[in-house]
């Protein structure tokens, strides 16, 4: 049997990377997406040498806001292993600051990374799976998605767009046998919130936290169930409910979090 083959944009580190790890352990020939190519080797050495039978990784340098990119790194996918079957779009960025006083390139590069960049990655993916008879596209949104954000707005609208993109794409594609996913992700202890553009610290701390691991084992068991919406715990529903029944005061919650602190 050929073994299913996942495509996983920003794999070069946080959940990106430990997704890669977890499907290979999973058997899956994994693809992987992202612009650190040195990166990129070190994950294909450190899945080479997993102590179990392991799918093997294919390193893809590239920038998932460049379309001609990804349609290049999924034609060598299919050149490498025939068939794609999962796409798990994950490469974002965050960005910390008010929106009248951002830096507009910071923007721009939250927007082109986290909106272009998932539309990009399912454009390229899905003729692919058309071709293998069908797929499965796991995109990763966030909790905030549901929420008013002061100070980290850009991001949150972001994601709030590619939840909102998501649920359509699912009726879309359903009748090609390609299953969609909106993988709403909490607060996960990555390099992601340290490499936020913008300034000052982004989010203060005292709230739960999740290992990228944890994240990346849920990602897996999704590709097998193709459940409509991924939330990974208690404290994420709560969220996300707190977001409908009481929006302003999840705002204010939020403001509290994200505001900078004077002199950032």
């Avoid at 040498?49 to 999924?74: I, K, N």
Wanted: hydrophobic share 50%; proline share 3%.
């Amino acid at each position: 049997m050929t073994a299913r083959v996942v495509f996983i944009t920003g794999a070069s580190s946080g959940i990106g990377r430990a997704a890669a790890l977890a499907f290979a352990r999973a058997g899956y020939q994994v693809c992987g997406l992202a612009r650190r190519a040195v990166r990129l080797e070190a994950l294909r050495e450190e899945i080479a040498a997993l102590p179990v039978s392991h799918g093997e990784f294919l390193a893809l340098a590239g920038d998932v806001s460049d379309l001609a990119a990804q349609e290049a790194a999924v034609a060598r996918a299919l050149e490498r292993f025939g068939r794609l079957d999962v796409l798990v779009a994950n490469a974002g960025v965050g960005q910390h600051g008010a929106i009248a006083e951002a830096d507009w390139d910071h923007i721009e590069t939250v927007l082109r990374t986290n909106i272009d960049g998932v539309l990009h990655s399912v454009r390229a993916a899905v003729p692919a799976m058309r071709e293998s008879g069908g797929g499965h596209i796991l995109i990763v949104t966030s909790v905030v998605a549901g929420l008013h954000c002061p100070y980290t707005a850009i991001y949150a609208a972001s994601k709030a767009f590619v939840s909102s993109l998501a649920g359509s794409l699912r009726l879309e594609l359903e009748d090609g046998n390609i299953a969609v996913t909106d993988v709403l992700v909490g607060r996960t202890h990555t390099e992601f919130n340290q490499n936020r553009l913008g300034s000052g610290e982004a989010a203060r701390g005292g709230l739960p936290t999740m290992s990228a691991e944890e994240v990346a084992l849920a990602l897996v068991r999704a590709a097998e169930r193709k459940p409509r919406r991924l939330i990974m715990s208690l404290f994420d529903r709560l969220i996300l409910a707190g977001g409908v029944a009481a929006p302003g005061i999840m705002a204010r919650l939020a403001k509290r979090q994200y505001k900078p602190e004077p002199g950032d």
